[in-house]
């Protein structure tokens, strides 16, 4: 059994269900710059909800308010409702630091510790956590690696940096290391944009297996990427949710004349 | 607006034009093929025939340019749905540009033989009801106009109609074995017309997909027939 289905067995017994991230009137500000107004959306358990739009219309601002991140930035600010398993994340009680632990992210540039060994770098996340035995650290790393579907290429260099490895490996080695801390939300901020064609296929590949464990929420500017991968789309605009729906819908009939001028070219 | 993709959608605009002339070109040899029948010119069935290999290079060229855009430009949205309906129809105009051909040769086949009035009206009325559909179903793409594409059914039923008293008719010529092989061919060419009125319903279901992005057929064989 390889890793990825051994998570799945175990995820047969857990309530997915519950892993539902639901958006409501969400507005996110830099300072008094509104990146983000009235957003609504859900992100099902089990899919991929893809996230398409221009350059500044808020797909990244807005997976970093569903992990708790917006904030980090000074002057940033929400307002509205996030709810995750039902429970809001913005409320007073919760710690940021949990909820980035169960919704986990991965970036854009590859960005792995590159003089830490592979092994350490799947689980460098999950050291900051709490302490586990060398042992334990090993196995987890082991099965995380299995999961970015990466342990096959790296098993036999596990001590190398984690910098030597190729672009594509490196970006998997970062999404071992998300899955190491045992999120339960898998949110990517343009994961392949900047890989080589058979890398970003690759990505694409290991995204539908993740979903079956995770609920995943995929930014793209690769609007062909969305339509491979995703379940559900959501097109945005200056902030603003312009369409949301099944991706076979958004690609074949969008409702909004934006969203089809957007996908179609004939928007800029 | 911006225009991102203007040459893919140049050549949308010009794959669009060249089905809408193939639809001209099938129309006029469907129109040509009867009259060819009645008026028992070998001449004009002749013109019609070697006239379909310019529908069918225009049936290749469209064929060749379609495969390519998916190939290359990977449309969506109304764009995919118009590659699909380009894709289509141009099938179905190729088809009937060899209806046209099938009738031709039987009128080439049955000018020798005696023919029947009754019969040969009937042929003449399916005929011009079929092209009417297909100039219905080309105009109804041309214009974006559902209202159209959605009124060829019922346009397709006195086709169907005429198309299944024809075989009493032919029976009813069995006095004559000469005039009962000549009927025999026009139960051909009625069958031939049935199915330019098909592919036109055809042509308007793409239309309707095109327009609302829903597929459905308008009527299909279970459908029962209507009195």
């Known amino acids: 059994m390889s890793g990825v289905e051994a998570v799945r067995q175990e995820a047969l017994t857990d309530d997915l269900g519950s892993r539902r991230i639901e958006v409501h009137d969400l507005n996110a500000w830099f300072g008094s710059l509104q990146a983000l107004g009235d957003v609504a959306v859900v992100a099902e358990p089990q899919s991929v909800t893809s996230i398409i739009g221009p350059s500044g219309c808020g797909k990244s601002t807005l997976i970093r308010c569903i992990n708790r991140m917006h904030e980090e930035v000074l002057g940033a600010r929400v307002s509205g409702k996030v709810l995750f398993d039902g429970q809001d994340i913005y409320a007073p009680d919760v710690d940021p630091v949990e909820v980035r632990r169960r919704i986990g992210m991965v970036f854009q540039r590859a960005n792995p510790f590159p003089t830490m060994s592979v092994l350490d770098n799947a689980v460098a996340g999950l050291k900051m956590v709490g302490r586990l035995s060398r042992g334990e650290l090993r196995r987890r790393s082991e099965q995380a690696l299995r999961q970015a579907g990466l342990w096959d290429e790296v098993k036999d260099r596990l001590d190398e940096p984690g910098g030597k490895l190729s672009g594509g490996q490196q970006q998997r080695l970062c999404i071992a290391r998300a899955l190491a801390v045992e999120p339960e939300v898998l949110l990517m901020d343009e994961p392949a944009s900047a890989l080589d064609p058979a890398s970003t296929l690759r990505i694409e590949e290991l995204i539908q297996d993740l979903k079956t464990q995770f609920t995943v929420v995929l930014v793209t500017h690769n609007m062909q990427q969305a339509a491979r991968v995703a379940d559900w789309t959501l097109f945005m605009l200056y902030g603003q949710v312009v369409e949301f729906g099944p991706t076979r819908k958004i690609f074949t009939s969008p409702d909004d004349k934006r969203t089809e001028d957007y996908i179609t070219g004939r928007f800029g | ?227």
């Open chain 2, 1 to 227: 607006m911006l225009e991102t993709r203007k040459r893919f959608h140049d050549e949308l605009a010009a794959l669009q034009a060249e089905v809408m002339a193939e639809g001209q070109l099938a129309e006029r040899a469907l129109g040509r093929s009867i009259e060819a029948l009645v008026r028992k010119d070998k001449d004009l069935a002749d013109r019609v025939i070697a006239e379909d290999d310019e529908v069918d290079d225009k049936y290749m060229d469209v064929e060749r340019r379609v495969i390519d855009l998916l190939a290359m430009q990977t449309p969506v949205a109304g764009d995919l749905r118009l590659v699909s309906a380009i894709m289509h129809i141009n099938m179905h105009l190729e088809r009937v540009g060899d209806m046209a051909v099938n009738i031709s040769k039987i009128a080439k086949a049955t000018r020798e033989l005696p023919t029947d009035p009754t019969v040969l009206s009937h042929v003449e009325e399916m005929a011009d009801i079929a092209r009417s559909m297909l100039l219905t179903s080309v105009d109804a793409f041309a214009r974006r106009d559902l209202e159209a594409a959605l009124a060829l059914p019922r346009m397709d039923d006195p086709i169907d109609h005429l198309n299944r008293g024809m075989y009493r008719e032919v029976v009813g010529l069995a006095r004559d074995p000469r005039l009962l092989e000549w009927g025999v061919q026009m139960n051909m060419v009625a069958r031939q017309l049935e199915r330019v009125g098909d592919n036109a319903v055809d042509i308007g279901e793409q239309v309707a997909f095109l327009l609302t992005g829903e597929f459905r057929e308008f009527t299909d064989a279970s459908h029962p027939p209507s009195p």
